[in-house]
């Protein structure tokens, strides 16, 4: 089977104040270290996998911020990948943009080594929003960014948001939502913003500088998100992910449906050959595993066949379609309710779950209680 | 031999918590070789990490020390250590039916406080000899002179003599060690008598058994000797006798007024009762010793594992605290909302605390405390008298004739600017105003009636907060009082949940009611589905809270690729949840069933 080729960059102008992701200040030095370790792991996977393990059927180049790399540096990824693995039958080549770093030269050049997606962190369509996230960049920023994605040829751009902010109002969101969802875009992400323990805006809402967004407001914001966004013609696939017909991003989809993917580059994960690894976070522990010819990652575990059906549901359940009840079968070899039917049961009874047209899926009110339905699975 | 008796010293130490006891028992070990320098952790008699964490001790340790003296003769001086708190004037009383004299250390710069009061009088019951120490001279706050003078005017014992310390910095040890040598008589017993030896403590020991600590009063203790316990009428073989020095160490015998422990496998606790007296099975004395006032529990509350499978590790687990503790009183009981569990009686808050955590530390269960609750007495309208030590089982109001409730006389000493707060909060709380008294300029003793359901909830910790820690209390129950009470029942999702039932005043049912269903609605999680949280007086509503259904509770983003992240959310969340008590279908948090007790009045 294909897999989904996942590179993460961990760089970034500023890590924005809400990001617990992997990522780094940008700096010369740092940033030529990685390239080169990056093609050591991508030539040292070329060394290791059958020719069938190499084709790749989406290609995705996510952060961190991508472009914060030189374009010389991003062609040098794309290129390297395309020397060592299979890009024949890749459908899709993603990369994330974050306004400020992407000129029309940047993106025409992308284009032109084939990426075919472009996915921007627009976030905020309120300046005041922005600066609160500890963003780096101002909305007309951002929609300058995405017009230069038109201009430069990409005809698949999708753009980020984030929702429930501090201070944010049903109002200002529906208005963000109307706004963006003018510009022409083939996929919108909206997110509700997490507050991860450690980050700057935690330290701010502990300190009572910030108020963090009322659950009744967030949850209002969600429908109203799928509301308005279903009116514009777009299609509610994922929890999080809305998108034009046949504009579903492809690569994520391969997370959703518990399919094989390799992550390259610190901090990424991969799902392969029936086990996870994960890439160390530091940059130096990753450059010297590679310097010394030997994959990063430090952890590896085998998936037993009881984990994998709990990842199957409970990532599954994640797409607006649900989860195909016939494709559990073929894959496991035993119907879902024989594994999981009195937790089944008792979700549908409480209204969370629901069957429809042999798919088991979330209901409305299962969406929102999402962790419910799945801390179940686990 | 002849005189051995002679040089036989047993004396324990009477202290307000932080006047320092522990420090300069401590001192004493170190002075008399009990201990090296190198050996000291801090506090050594302090042996449970509760009690070195809060600072207090709990169960008492007894050790033996050998001194010599400026008379060049050797004595062995038994030091009986005595809790210092409230809740266990019990385990005091033990301390000094096995002691001959008492050390009364009072700190220099804060002088007399209750409790020290209450234990002094103890001891002067008891016929010990005390001997005033006064503590921490180094401070610069320090007023020995004013302090001597105090124990004078309050206590009516001569301080002239009275030992001026610094347990910290080592002063004065050796003149607290000449002093007892000096004043504290040997003890009396009858060497030649039966034997008889008063069990004052026990622990339970996985290997020996039952570990009794008695104190020889007349006869001999050796081992290899058939012993008899006189109220159980159980026998054993001897199979250990030893001291604490402060370890375990065996002897041959322990001779007439010596203290030390013995071992004679007993397997159950209750075949050794703290307060029992042994005696030689094949030459036993006529009559057992006076035992001690029985111990009896001031306050209830229900113990409820969460988890049900945990039923009989927990009454494992009490049973094997009561045999440290025969303060502590439990009986299966079941809810309607929390399925079997026991009602256990405690001497007071903080010993109900320390039980608790015991169970949740060192037997790791998850337990659920329900509201405490003291013992109220009612009589029917068919002149019956019942009991009742579980709110819930009060019978309904017209079957009621007359309700009491235990009063306790508490004697509050405080510096005179906090008198109007201290009378303030004693108001409050129902407190019937008696006395009122100076001792020296700047203190006075207050004298208070107050329901003990009232010193329960809270008071002594907002006592302490309301005179920034310098109020001391102590009480003793005087007894049932006529009272206005009303059982005040919590719904949640229409249910009553039997675990939060209270009795409360009359006046203050509307008030309490209200807070009660606040608090809860703050510490009870959203749910699926909409949640009234009720306080009702019999079928009257009177105050009502709903605690919202839950609406968003899903992580927006993957984290990329990786899920094992995710699942270990996931998998918290489960872990979460299963912690709480699930209740109908509402789960509810262990929290919500203390929330009774953390209601701030001032809110």
Known sequence: MPVGLYVHVPFCLKKCDYCDFVSFTAHRDGINQYLSSLAGEISLYSDTLSGEEKQVATLYIGGGTPTCLETAGLANIIETIALHFDLSACGEITVEANPGTVGLEKLRTLRRLGVNRISIGVQSCSDKHLRNLGRVHNFREAVEAVTAAGEAGFENIGVDLIYGLPGQTAGEWRECLETVSCLGLRHISAYSLQIEQGTPIAGRIAAGELNPCDEDVEAGMFSDTIKVLKDKGYRHYEISNFALPGRECLHNQIYWRNQPYLGLGPAAHSYFRGARYANPSALEEYNSAIAAGRPAFIDAQTVSPETEMSETVFLGLRLIEGLDLKGFSQRFGKKIEDVYGGRIRGLVRDGLLEYAGGFLRLTERGMELGNRVFSEFV | ?603
């Open chain 2, 1 to 603: 031999m002849v005189n051995r008796q002679e040089h036989i010293r047993n004396f324990c130490i009477i202290a307000h918590i932080d006047h320092g006891k522990s420090t300069l028992a401590d001192r004493i070990l170190e002075y008399t070789g009990a201990l090296s320098q190198r050996e000291m952790t801090d506090q050594v008699l302090d042996k449970m990490d509760l009690e070195r964490e809060r600072g207090i001790t709990i169960k008492m340790q007894a050790v033996r020390l050998n001194y010599r003296a400026r008379d060049g003769k050797e004595y062995q001086l038994n030091l009986i250590d005595t809790p210092g708190h409230v809740d266990f004037t019990y385990e005091v009383s033990r301390s000094l039916a096995a002691c001959e004299g008492a050390l009364l250390v009072v700190d220099a710069a804060q002088g007399i406080e209750a409790q020290t009061l209450a234990n002094v009088y103890m001891a002067i019951e008891n016929n010990l000899e005390i001997i005033p120490v006064i503590n921490k001279i180094d401070l610069p706050s320090a007023e020995p002179e004013r302090v001597k003078k105090e124990i004078e005017d309050v206590i009516g014992l001569d301080a002239s003599e009275a030992v001026l310390v610094s347990a910290k910095m080592g002063t004065g040890v050796e003149e607290v060690l000449e002093e007892i040598v000096k004043k504290i008589p040997p003890p009396s017993g009858d060497r030649e008598a039966p034997l008889q030896a008063l069990i004052f403590d026990s622990h339970y020991d996985s290997y020996k058994g039952v570990i009794a600590y008695v104190r020889v009063i007349h006869g001999s203790l050796e081992k290899g000797t058939r012993i008899r316990m006189m109220a159980t009428e159980r026998e054993f073989e001897l199979n250990e006798v030893g001291v604490f020095r402060p370890s375990m160490a065996t002897v041959e015998g322990l001779k007439v007024g010596e203290v030390g422990f013995l071992a004679a496998s007993i397997k159950n606790v209750k075949d050794c009762r703290v307060g029992d007296t042994v005696t030689d099975a094949d030459n036993p004395a006529p009559r057992p010793l006076p035992g001690y006032r029985k111990v009896t529990p001031m306050v209830y509350c229900g113990l409820y594992p969460i988890d049900n499978v945990q039923y009989d590790d927990l009454r494992d687990a009490l049973e094997k605290l009561k045999l440290n503790d025969a303060s502590l009183v439990f009986e299966p009981e079941t809810s309607e909302a929390l399925g079997f569990g026991f009602r256990c009686g405690f001497l007071g808050l903080l010993h109900m605390e320390i039980i608790q955590e015991r169970l949740e530390r060192e037997y790791r269960l998850d337990l659920i405390t329900t509201a405490p609750s003291v013992v109220y007495r009612i009589t029917t309208t068919a002149r019956e008298t019942l009991e009742i030590d579980n709110p819930t089982k009060m019978p309904p109001q017209g079957k009621i004739e007359i309700m009491e409730e235990p009063f306790v006389k508490a004697t509050i000493m405080v510096p005179k600017d906090y008198v109007g707060t201290v009378m303030d909060l004693s108001q409050e709380r129902r407190g019937i105003f008696k006395n009122m008294e100076y001792m020296g300029e700047n203190r006075v003793m207050l004298t208070y009636d107050l329901p003990l359901s009232e010193i329960i909830f809270d008071f002594f910790d907002q006592l302490k907060s309301r005179t920034k820690g310098y109020a001391s209390l102590d009480y003793e129950l005087i007894g049932y009082r006529e009272s206005k009470l009303v059982k005040l029942d919590i719904m949640i999702n229409g249910d009553p949940l039997d675990a939060l039932t209270c009795i409360v005043h009359q006046e203050k049912a509307y008030y309490r009611g209200r807070q009660l269903v606040e608090k809860l609605r703050s510490l009870i999680p959203r749910q699926l589905f909409d949640v009234p949280v009720q306080a009702a007086i019999g079928n009257k509503i009177i105050s009502r809270e709903t605690i919202k259904a839950r609406r968003k509770d899903v992580l927006a983003k993957c984290y990329g690729g990786d899920i094992t992240r995710k699942r270990k959310l996931l998998e918290k969340q489960k872990e979460g949840k299963k912690r709480m008590k699930q209740v109908g279908s509402v789960e509810i948090p262990q929290e919500a069933f203390m929330a009774v007790l953390s209601i701030d009045d001032n809110k």
